[in-house]
């Protein structure tokens, strides 16, 4: 058996703020209830012992993402992972992780945290001026808050990532953002591409232009390479599964092996989904709280199956190009819909690949 992942959004899109690229608002668009709510004790007990039944003595990850997770109260938290230890009979190791935007994090959550080994991921673009589309529901950059929060996860000694959205206007200014992380000790970096709606062509700062990520990628990685050679290596996620497929090593984010992977996104409501980015009425793959439901049948529906189908069709272009078992196609099938960055990724490699072999002493 496989170990498992399981994306639970216990608050539903439900979020306190209003960035103005938030593409899971987007995606909740595409469907007839926008938000599901809170999610009950009785749900989430639901997803525990059926994740629980389903690993059977595998490890399991529980990732909490949403709309903003920490909405739903940390006894919400207590109470699930109390559960977990109520019901995991067999011993499956358990894996904690929490996407937030750091606004509502205080000692209490910090230490919750901690007591509970829970991955963080921090979302923050940069400096103030580079965190401007990071807004409250009044329109205030919410740097000051995410800043405060890093450091109360510091405190506390919170293992936590940054998550950084990857506009138009990050690709830009990708030195003065990494030198500032660097500035900060953020040693653990994340660069999520933002995407334009479903179906949406428009041109704007938000979104990246084919040069523009050609910036990002060539700056990004010299950086990342110059950090490495100083000994002073900092994880930017991307370089390093890029390293792994230049390496022959498995990769380990979703999206960069060239196809979809089984995985299960939980909506407050118990509604189950093959991805985060696909959670619409047209991917809706059952309800974890129906008697008839569990993690082996829904992986094994039509629609799942249908789904990682789909994942796996190759742009003939693609199947002459020598840059494939690098770039696998451009990646994830969200971000392949949304722009061909093909030319981007070979000016990349172009100007990179001879760097990549200061990485060869870490085959494994």
């Known amino acids: 058996m496989p170990p498992l992942s399981i994306m639970i959004k216990p608050a539903s899109s439900l979020c306190n703020m209003r960035c103005k690229y938030c593409f899971y608002h987007d995606v909740t668009d595409y469907r007839d209830i926008k938000s599901f709510g809170f999610m009950s004790n009785d749900t989430a007990r639901n997803i525990i012992k059926k994740a629980l039944a389903f690993a059977n003595g595998e490890s399991i990850s529980f990732a909490f993402q949403g709309g903003e997770p920490t909405l739903c109260g940390v006894d919400f938290f207590k109470t699930f992972c109390a559960t977990v230890k109520e019901l995991n009979h067999k011993n499956s190791t358990i894996y904690y992780g929490l996407q937030t ?10 230490r919750f945290f901690k007591a509970n080994n829970f991955l963080i991921g921090l979302s923050l673009d940069g400096d103030f001026n580079n965190n401007s589309f990071r807004i409250d529901e009044k329109g205030n950059n919410s740097y000051y808050k995410i800043t405060k929060a890093a450091e109360t996860l510091a405190k506390n000694n919170v293992d936590f990532n940054i998550l950084t959205v990857l506009t138009g206007k990050c690709a830009d200014n990708i030195d003065e953002i990494l030198a500032f992380f660097k500035k900060k ?24 232009t084919p040069e523009q990520y050609t910036n990002f990628l060539i700056h990004g990685f010299n950086f990342y390479v110059k950090e490495y050679v100083r000994d002073n290596y900092t994880s930017i996620r991307y370089f390093d599964n890029l390293v792994h497929l230049y390496l022959g090593n498995p990769t380990e984010q979703c999206g960069m092996c060239g196809h979809c992977m089984h995985q299960f996104v939980a909506e407050g409501n118990g509604n189950i989904y093959p991805c985060d980015f696909y959670c619409t009425d047209e991917w809706l793959l059952g309800n974890i709280n129906e008697d008839n439901e569990n993690f082996d049948t829904l992986a094994h ?58 990485f060869i002493n870490e085959k494994k």
């Not at 935007?101 to 910090?110: H, R």
């Not at 995407?195 to 979104?207: H, I, K, T, V």
């Open 101 to 110: 935007n750091g606004t509502l994090i205080d000692n209490e959550w910090a």
């Open 185 to 208: 000790g953020f040693k653990y970096l994340q660069f999520i591409p933002c995407l334009r709606p479903f179906g949406d062509n428009s041109e704007s700062e938000l979104y990246m």
């Open 301 to 358: 529906c039509d629609k799942a199956i249908e789904f990682l189908r789909e994942s796996l069709k190759i742009d003939e272009k693609c199947k002459k190009c020598r840059l494939y078992p690098l770039c696998r196609g451009g990646g994830c099938k969200r971000s392949r819909e949304d722009r061909d960055y093909c030319e981007s990724y070979k000016a990349f490699f172009k100007a990179c690949l001879p760097l990549f072999r200061v």
